[in-house]
């Protein structure tokens, strides 16, 4: 069973500061997706990463897939309060042939003012 | 969201009714996802359709559920006799490709049905 912890599930901080959040799983993936939900919405892609060790920008935030393409990362650089939101990474296997996701658990961030 | 619609955003059925929710992917795009998010968990999976084929139904309930993405129209989830655990959040994703390495998904607003 594929499986994609996510962590820290919530997080509060101060606006300007940084922050990771961590995508974890013992399964290998063929790509891996990260996306935000703001509540009551879908999820709204953010970025695909699809080989081991690729790091990719998007403004202030930075993707990086594991070299092992087990895990990954979210690094978020002096916060807005418009980042508020769940993140959720989402992850595609040969095994299925890619057709479905399987999401992780989503941390829940809130920048303050 | 990319153009992905979906109706009705919110749907209120009696127990034992019948739900269905409409999906139109984005122009273009022929393959169709349906996930659900029930209350306190995360996205799951239920059904991948391309034009008039079912090609991955693994995540789908084995009874009252249904769905069908006909060669006009939209994608259709349909759930017969609904129950209390039928409420949840219903998201449809469409995307360009399927079933290889490279492909993204993009998701509806969602519809947010509600069994009483």
């Known amino acids: 069973t594929q499986l994609l912890e996510q962590s820290p599930q919530f997080l509060s901080i101060q606006e300007g500061e940084n922050l990771t959040v961590y995508c974890n799983s013992s399964s290998v993936f063929s790509s891996l997706q990260w996306y935000r939900q703001e509540p009551g919405e879908g999820p709204v892609l953010l970025v695909t990463v699809v080989t081991g060790g690729e790091v990719k920008k998007l403004k202030r935030l930075t993707f990086q897939f594991g070299d092992a393409r087990k895990d990954s990362s979210l690094h978020i650089t002096a916060a807005q309060p418009g980042d508020t939101g769940l993140y959720l990474c989402a992850g595609a296997t040969k095994q299925t042939g890619a057709n479905n996701l399987f999401f992780g658990t989503g941390t829940r961030l809130t920048v303050i003012p | 969201n990319a153009g992905v619609m979906q109706n009705p955003r919110h749907l209120v059925r009696r127990r034992g009714q019948e739900a269905r929710l409409r999906c139109s992917p984005m122009?273009?795009?022929?393959?169709v996802y349906w996930y659900r998010q029930l209350p306190e968990e995360g996205l799951k999976f239920m059904v991948y359709l391309q034009k008039e084929n079912i090609i991955d139904e693994s995540g789908m309930p084995k009874e009252r559920f249904s769905a069908e993405f006909p060669k006009e129209g939209p994608s259709i989830l349909r759930i017969q006799q609904v129950v209390r655990g039928d409420s949840a959040a219903y998201f449809c994703?469409?995307?360009?490709?399927?079933?290889?390495?490279?492909?993204?998904?993009?998701f509806g607003p969602g519809t947010r049905l509600t069994v009483t």
């Open positions: 122009k273009g795009h022929s393959h």
């Open positions: 994703a469409s995307s360009l490709r399927g079933g290889g390495r490279h492909y993204e998904q993009y």
